[in-house]
């Protein structure tokens, strides 16, 4: 096995300082040698004997320090090679580009990056790949932070209150998106940030953010752990979407200050996200599951700078020990960072939700984010912020309609800050629905409406504590009068 040049220079420089140290001994267990008269020549040619050895040893000792310093790149490269051993037949590092002969020095920004983020972390041993294999390392992860159909279930119960077009399994849509968004991710299994390779065949989609993708690893390694735990559970849509906010706001920071002092982090030339072409706007997935992919990113920066802001990067670090647990907080970080010294959000009652003797199949809390996401398909967006902008709690709940129903029966329990939050949400959420079923089949008080289109039976009302609103979208008239007075007559929600 080859030795480390870093490891054999270290052994000279020791032996080097242990003879300078010898010969100083021998000076002084014969100080009179120094001493001498002139006259004695065999003595004085032995003093100057040893004083050259001392001298020669010191100024190989320097050139050897010196050394140590052109060996740092190798040393990088080392780590890389060890990185590499055990990871699977194929994933291991790509030679050098042709085009440059030099590799990209993912592994040496990945230390700067670190260093500047101030993370205590080891190198990750880069792999480019091809965009698919990236895309799979995306996939596996979202599989092991929500297990089993939950996602399925989740995209059902959007496809049932009308919010996407059909139900579609979002776990691949959203793998597409990231890959796209980060150009790499961080494996867990092999310990290996793959990055995608632009030369590979077929080409990737969009030029890769390799910065951007280097600091959400690093990240995700460090703290992916605390944040996503699925032997607890799943998280619910608003809190998973809060703790990726804080992964991607910080990622997205780091880069982003970074590359103020170092210009190869910089982004390069693309083409707008809004524009149509954008190869993130060509992933063929609903309009609601690309803004959830896409939140964590934009809002989740503005969340990230403010905490830094407020104290620098341990602000963040602090952070992960007590993450948003709602997406409000990351809207509004202020009311993140206030202190709260009594938890007053309301509480959904856990009993009557049975339909027709069955439990709901689905039960979520989608938060502010989907909350202003859905009123914005019909309303000017500064009216669909200010209408969600005082919600407390929700809950969306799902029922089974039978065989051969293609939708089946929701329904979307909201409870406002007060009598005004419920009011705006309930024109806001009126407006939606007009747009899709058309005019209510009941005179329009603003407590109350319902509408009968498509084989659908919606009910948008206010709760008798005039604070909260209840939307039904149910597969047939019995259910929807049925689940009406289930949800208003059972167990109220409480503060």
């Known amino acids: 096995m080859k030795s480390s040049p870093a490891l054999l220079l270290l052994v000279l420089i020791i032996g080097a300082a242990a003879a300078i140290g010898w010969l100083r001994q021998k000076q002084t267990e014969n100080p009179g040698v120094a001493e001498a008269p002139t006259t004695n020549a065999p003595v004085n040619a032995q003093?100057?004997?040893l004083q050259k050895q001392i001298e020669l040893l010191q100024g190989q000792i320097e050139y050897l320090q010196g050394q140590v310093d052109v060996l740092q790149e190798e040393n990088a490269a080392l780590i890389q090679k060890l990185g590499s051993i055990g990871m699977k037949?194929?994933?291991?590092p790509a030679p050098a580009a042709a085009d440059s002969g030099v590799a990209p020095d993912f592994v040496g920004m990945g230390v700067d990056m670190m260093r500047f983020r101030k993370l205590q972390a080891l190198?990750?041993?880069t792999s480019p790949v091809s965009e698919?294999?990236?895309e799979k390392a995306v996939l596996a992860w979202l599989r092991r932070t929500q297990p089993g159909d939950h996602a399925q279930r989740f995209a059902r119960t959007l496809a049932t209150l009308g919010w996407i077009p059909e139900e579609v399994d979002p776990l691949p849509l959203q793998a597409r998106l990231l890959t796209r968004q980060l150009g790499g991710w961080y494996d867990a299994e092999t310990d290996t940030m793959l990055t995608v390779d632009e030369k590979s065949n077929p080409p990737p989609s969009m030029r890769p953010d390799e910065p951007l993708a280097i600091a959400y690893g690093q990240l995700l390694r460090e703290y992916g752990p605390?944040?996503?735990?699925?032997?607890?559970g799943a998280l619910s849509t608003d809190e998973r979407l809060a703790r990726e906010s804080l992964l991607a706001g910080d990622a997205g920071l780091t880069r982003f200050l970074f590359s103020l002092q170092e210009p190869k982090a910089s982004p390069k030339d693309q083409i707008p996200a809004e524009d149509p072409d954008h190869p993130l706007n060509q992933v063929g997935a609903p309009m609601l599951l690309r803004e959830m992919v896409m939140f964590p990113f934009t809002r989740g920066f503005e969340f990230a700078q403010t905490l830094h802001s407020a104290d620098g990067f341990p602000q963040l670090n602090a952070a992960y020990s007590r993450p948003p647990a709602t997406t409000a907080e990351v809207i509004d970080p202020e009311a993140y960072l206030a202190v709260k010294?009594?938890?007053?959000?309301p509480r959904f009652?856990?009993?009557?939700?049975d339909f027709a003797?069955?439990?709901p199949f689905y039960t979520d809390q989608l938060g502010r984010f989907l909350c202003v996401s859905v009123l914005r398909m019909h309303n000017e967006d500064e009216n669909a912020a200010l209408a969600a902008s005082g919600l407390l709690a929700d809950r969306v709940l799902a029922w089974d309609a039978g065989a051969g129903t293609k939708r089946h029966h929701a329904a979307w329990q909201t409870v406002f800050r007060d009598a005004d939050g419920a009011t705006a949400f309930l024109m806001a959420m009126g407006n939606v629905l007009n747009e899709r079923h058309g005019r209510p089949t009941t005179p329009e008080p603003v407590e109350r409406l319902e509408f009968e289109a498509q084989g659908r039976f919606i009910l948008l009302r206010r709760d008798r504590s005039g604070e909260a609103v209840l939307l039904l979208d149910t597969a047939s008239a019995d259910a929807r009068a049925a689940l009406e007075k289930s949800l208003l007559s059972g167990p109220q929600s409480t503060r």
Do not use: I, M, R
């Open 47 to 49: 003093a100057a004997s």
């Open 89 to 92: 037949p194929g994933t291991g």
């Open 123 to 125: 190198p990750l041993v």
């Open 132 to 134: 698919s294999e990236v």
């Open 226 to 232: 605390v944040l996503f735990q699925p032997q607890h």
């Open 341 to 345: 010294e009594l938890d007053t959000t």
């Open 349 to 353: 009652s856990d009993s009557g939700l």
């Open 357 to 359: 003797g069955v439990p």
